[in-house]
């Protein structure tokens, strides 16, 4: 079965940044599209970003230029390096797998535990 497990969330002070990381694991084809989505308090998940299998990857306006996602497929690892951070980035961020490439579409059928990202002005 397929297996998400996210680290690296914590607090930083705003214009800080901040590294997550999901250990991604499964049947083949199953992560093959991945995603980062976030939910803060009182609000909707949301996507963040997107990439597929060749690494292409898709970002939500409002990290666009801040928010880099990438993906190590011998590591089975994806990544999401975040700069310049915003009090308004604070969330918990879920990592998301499917084998349909989903892009930003919230269809995700496999998800991590989720990390908290505080940041502080």
């Known amino acids: 079965h397929v297996q998400l497990v996210e680290s690296g969330g914590g607090s930083v002070q705003a214009g800080g940044s901040l590294t997550l990381s999901c250990a991604f694991s499964?049947?083949?084809?199953?992560?093959?599209?991945m995603a980062w989505f976030r939910q803060a308090p009182g609000k909707e998940r949301e996507a963040v970003a997107a990439i597929d299998i060749r690494g292409a990857p898709t970002y939500t306006y409002a990290v666009s230029g801040r928010f880099s996602i990438s993906r190590d497929n011998a590591e089975n690892t994806l990544y999401l390096q975040m700069n310049d951070l915003k009090v308004e980035d604070t969330a918990e961020y879920y990592c998301?797998?499917?084998?349909?490439?989903?892009?930003?579409?919230?269809?995700?059928?496999?998800w991590g535990q989720g990390t908290q990202v505080t940041v502080s002005s």
């Open positions: 998301a797998a499917d084998a349909v490439n989903l892009q930003m579409a919230r269809w995700y059928t496999y």
């Open positions: 499964g049947p083949t084809h199953t992560t093959d599209s």
